[in-house]
């Protein structure tokens, strides 16, 4: 175990250890410790892991809905004490190779965690986080730019109309225009009437418009003290070198303080209750198919681990799965086409919660999906569980549990979060980690009587304390909310004064100029670019033949996991066939096979393994822009131990996978369309991305056809079919199956420590020797779907913009995709960050290049400037043309290349990374050379693609942009007529 060995009362630099919890199933070490003289409380994991996080954070529990605590956490990252220059957080981002950064915003807290490998970066991110979080600036400016400020349409003149604007105000813009996350926080409001989570602590915003900035000055005194805070480190560092730090950089200019923030329990209804609210859609736009219905029940405090983990598990039981009852009774009903966002345990809170319900039904169907989830529940309570499937349950859970993951994550953040709220409300930040003790006491309880029957009725039928809330589609919604935002405008209008029109017009410009000042960022701490490894760590694997296919085995430290990868090449496909590839792979895991009905495949699946899933691939050529392979991979995990049911199961859906039950295809389906369709308010700048990258590469097209709209285009085609006219498509599922689902196919990958490859060995070489022999199937030539148009704009019920411009470039070996990435990082950070964000208050103005797929992207996310944000576009081209960077920036810009490549995956991703850089024939030579290339970047390259590549592709670019149909409208009214775009409904 890293560091050394603590001892309980053991006291360093002003903490004492007060307990200490070996944890060997996650192979660390929990410390906790409370400081002295403030009270400040941390937890420490000591492990052998080099990815080391540091958190501090605080509960903070707001009164309202003005969105105070998420503007603070914004406006605290806009200069402190010691760092005191405009954006700290954003310049530490390009001076680091940081993992992970982040803040974030709960309903009772506000966390700030990153992670880093680097020992130096790890304090200097660490000095400039206590500084931030304890000795804010809070700047007037700064609240006004993150939060909300008016402003005249033209800065300059009066006469212009009046605008809100403000960071905060434009996300939370589009985050409550959202149905998916809408649901949540008006069930959450609806449940916690008399307590904290009744408020959104994101901001509606309305009430944003009424926080001042001495109500965030006074939120910021009242909750950002130590003896309120919360501080987690994780990793090999040493922790008495962190102790010293915080004590040194912060916690030793306090003293203790009282402070109440403490979550009162929430008052428990005595019957339960019914809410309808509403969301908006487009005027125009068909209102069937998008209501929402969710039920919720206040169940446990979070204080009950045991409780806890018994709802977990009754959670699983009921909707684990396709085949658990409330899952399937919900689908089966077809009163909705999708699970309700949401639906299951929740345990953040200090009063958890349950919910379940459906999406893509009606209002007039609330009644019976409530009566239906009631019924299911009573069935449920009357019959109980058999034994093999609460085994199986818990067998998720203790996966779940032991699973080493954090691909998209840290892991340390990951195990922060499953921690953070029995350790806020009840100082435990033990028992969410531990489950040994509570699993045996639970299979006590089930011996002993009809312990889930019991705790339905507990918790769910004869809990009063349930809310119905429907969420239904408002075509008037968004134009009451434009008149009320209106109205006030006009209100402040008519009662400005002259003088106070000056004193808007001078501090737009205040503003303004202190968003263009050059700083002195020196007094940032930073590192040097010898920091950065030489050399990518390399990933050790063999190459063998098992029944005549070759197997990669990838030893990796995956806690008695096996990964399994198989990749089917799928490049000879009939082109009528082809389109239908993503639905087919959604669909193989989620169907019956080998004479098993897909309930029946789903239990096997829940009872012995970690998931199947499928999915597909597109492999670029590193050695050409224009080359490009295609193919399916179906993935399983398993406990070492269960390695024969893993490969039993993947030899059945290869062998006999059954595409014949039309009602189950029509479910599937319909569910991939509702989770298209709500993926849209969150992930529009990657749909426009992909819109405006079809029309430069022929990679680019495929991702379009098979993850952009117009494969949502697709699946709403299929989806709008009844079952008995699915035959057709049916078939061309089981052609495919047919098709791709061959041994002669297939290269495979195998993850494990090296100790667990005997066992794994004789169920892979079974599952080989099985798979049969791929059907070659002639081509069926189609009409290729038609390319958008170089401007194309994307009508969908969302208030805000995400505007994307594309370039082509050059493949992954070209001498300048070094550059390439390196200027995509200075575009983001010394141009589109202050121009886009700060300046025109979009939650976010990015740049990214792909060096695989050999295409630039300009993005925006939740953008109120279509038009401007499209002339910012131009503007650093030509300022990238120029080269007129700051002091440091190239340096920063190859960090901050670096802080992403040499992200760390989790065992079982870096087993698959591996697999696929060997199928797309990415050697690790080509690695090194494109890692050596970025290191030699200079300014005179950064210049020189910028010109050869943005400047003189200008016109061959494309732009796709995802917005209102209002708002492209509008955008077409300011723009000539050569850039406006062609409106096309998603």
């Not at 066939?577 to 829940?606: D, H, I, K, N, S």
């Not at 020189?944 to 494309?958: F, I, K, M």
Request: charged share 25%.
């Amino acid at each position: 175990m890293a560091g050394r060995e603590w001892q309980v009362g053991e006291e360093q630099s002003g903490f004492r250890v007060t307990d200490i919890t070996p944890l060997p199933e996650l192979n660390l070490r929990l410390v906790q410790l409370r400081h002295q003289r403030t009270g400040a409380r941390l937890v420490h994991m000591a492990c052998e892991d080099d990815n080391n996080l540091f958190g501090v954070g605080f509960r903070t529990t707001p009164r309202d809905s003005t969105g105070v605590a998420h503007i603070l956490e914004h406006t605290v990252l806009c200069g402190s004490k010691h760092f005191p220059v405009r954006d700290p957080f954003f310049s530490m981002i390009k001076r680091s190779l940081n993992t992970f950064m982040n803040a974030l915003t709960s309903s009772d807290w506000t966390f700030y965690p990153f992670s880093t490998r680097n020992r130096t970066d790890f304090n200097n991110l660490m000095d400039v986080y206590l500084d931030a979080v304890f000795f804010p600036l809070l700047r007037e400016r700064d609240f006004r730019q993150e939060g909300h400020r008016v402003e005249f349409a033209e800065p300059a003149n009066p006469d212009s109309p009046l605008l809100f604007k403000g960071v905060v105000y434009n996300e939370m813009k589009g985050a409550m225009a959202d149905p998916s996350s809408l649901l949540g926080r008006r069930l959450t409001a609806a449940l916690y009437p008399t307590s904290t989570y009744g408020f959104n602590s994101g901001g509606e915003p309305s009430a944003i418009l009424d926080l001042t900035w001495d109500d965030l000055k006074a939120f910021h005194g009242e909750f950002y003290h130590p003896s309120n805070a919360w501080l987690f480190t994780y990793g090999n560092f040493p922790l008495e070198d962190h102790l010293a730090r915080i004590e040194e950089q912060a916690l030793s200019h306090f003293s203790f303080r009282q402070v109440d923030t403490a979550v009162s329990a929430e008052e428990r209804f005595s019957a339960p209750r019914r809410v309808e609210e509403v969301f908006p859609v487009e005027p125009g736009e068909p209102l069937t198919r998008r209501t929402m219905v969710q039920l919720g029940w206040l169940t446990t405090p979070v204080a009950d681990s045991f409780e806890r983990l018994a709802l977990s598990v009754l959670s699983h039981l009921l909707l684990g799965h396709p085949g658990a009852p409330l899952y399937k009774a919900l689908l089966d009903s077809r009163l909705g086409q999708n699970l309700a966002p949401g639906t299951g345990y929740h345990d953040d809170n200090r009063d958890t919660f349950f919910a379940a319900g459906l999406q893509g039904s009606d209002p007039e169907q609330m009644e019976a999906i409530e009566a239906l989830v009631l019924s299911t529940l009573e069935s449920c309570a009357r019959d109980g569980f058999s034994r093999e499937r609460i085994e199986a349950a818990i067998h998720q859970i203790e996966f779940g549990h032991r699973e080493v993951s954090g691909d998209q994550y840290p892991y340390p953040l990951l195990l922060l979060m499953r921690i953070l709220g029995p350790w806020l409300h009840y100082d435990d930040p033990v028992s969410p980690l531990q489950l040994d003790h509570n699993l045996g006491r639970l299979r006590q309880e089930i011996d002993s009587g009809p312990f889930f029957p019991t705790l339905i009725r507990r918790w769910l039928l004869d809990n009063p304390h349930r809310v119905t809330l429907t969420l239904r589609p408002d075509p008037e919604r968004k134009q009451q909310e434009e008149q009320v935002t209106a109205e006030r405008l006009a209100s402040i209008r008519g009662s400005l004064t002259a003088q106070q029109r000056q004193q808007i017009m001078a501090a737009a410009e205040e503003l303004r100029l202190a968003q263009e000042q050059s700083e002195d960022l020196s007094i940032l701490p930073s590192l040097a670019l010898n920091e950065i490894p030489a050399a990518e760590p390399q990933v050790p694997f063999t190459q063998q033949q098992r029944a005549g296919r070759p197997v990669y085995w990838l030893p990796q430290p995956s806690n008695g996991i096996g990964y399994f990868t198989a990749s089917l090449a799928a490049d000879d496909l009939p082109p009528d066939l082809r389109p239908y590839v993503p639905l087919f792979c959604t669909l193989l895991t989620q169907v019956g096979a080998a004479g098993l009905g897909y309930e029946a495949m789903a239990e096997r699946v829940a009872a012995a393994i970690g998931g199947i899933r499928a999915s597909a691939s597109i492999l670029d050529d590193p050695n050409s822009i224009d080359g490009f392979r295609v193919a399916v991979e179906v993935k399983g995990k398993a406990l070492i131990r269960n390695q024969e049911t893993l490969f039993a199961i993947l030899a059945d859906l290869f062998r006999s996978p059954d595409f014949t039950q039309h009602d189950r295809l029509f479910t599937v389906i319909s569910q991939v369309k509702t989770a298209m369709e709500n993926s849209i308010p969150g992930s529009g700048h990657s749909y426009a991305a992909r819109v405006a990258a079809s029309r430069l590469t022929a990679a680019g097209r495929q991702r379009e056809e098979w993850g952009g709209l117009q494969y949502l285009r697709l699946v709403k085609e299929v989806a709008a079919k009844r079952p008995e006219e699915l035959g057709e498509t049916a078939e061309k599922f089981a052609r495919l199956a047919k098709c791709l689902l061959g041994g002669d196919r297939l290269r495979c990958a195998v993850t494990a420590e090296a100790a667990s490859f005997a066992a794994i060995e004789g169920p892979l070489t079974g599952y080989l020797v099985a798979l049969p022999t791929a059907v070659r199937l002639p081509s069926t030539p189609t009409e290729p779907f038609p390319s958008p148009p170089p401007r194309s704009g994307w009508a969908a019920s969302v208030p805000v913009s995400y505007v994307a411009r594309t370039f082509r470039t050059v493949p992954y070996t070209h001498p300048d995709a070094g550059a390439l990435m390196v200027l995509a990082r200075q575009l983001r950070a010394g141009f589109l960050h202050r121009e886009i964000r700060e300046k025109g208050g979009v939650y976010g103005g990015m740049a990214s290049y792909d060096p695989e797929g050999g295409v630039l992207s300009l993005l925006s996310y939740r953008d109120p400037n279509l038009a401007r944000t499209l002339q910012v576009y131009r503007q650093a081209v030509d300022w990238a043309v120029a080269g007129k960077f700051e002091s440091d920036a190239l340096k920063e810009a190859i960090l901050a290349v670096f802080s992403a490549i040499d992200r760390p995956l989790s065992p079982g991703g870096r087993g698959y990374r591996e697999f696929a850089n060997q199928l797309q024939g990415l050697t690790d030579q080509m690695r090194q050379s494109l890692r050596e290339r970025i290191l030699a970047t200079d300014e005179a390259a950064l210049s020189t693609v910028a010109r050869r590549y943005l400047l003189e592709g200008w016109e061959a670019s494309a732009v796709a942009v995802v917005s209102s149909e209002e708002n492209l409208n509008r955008a077409n009214a300011e723009m000539a007529a050569e850039e406006q775009l062609e409106i096309r409904k998603i």
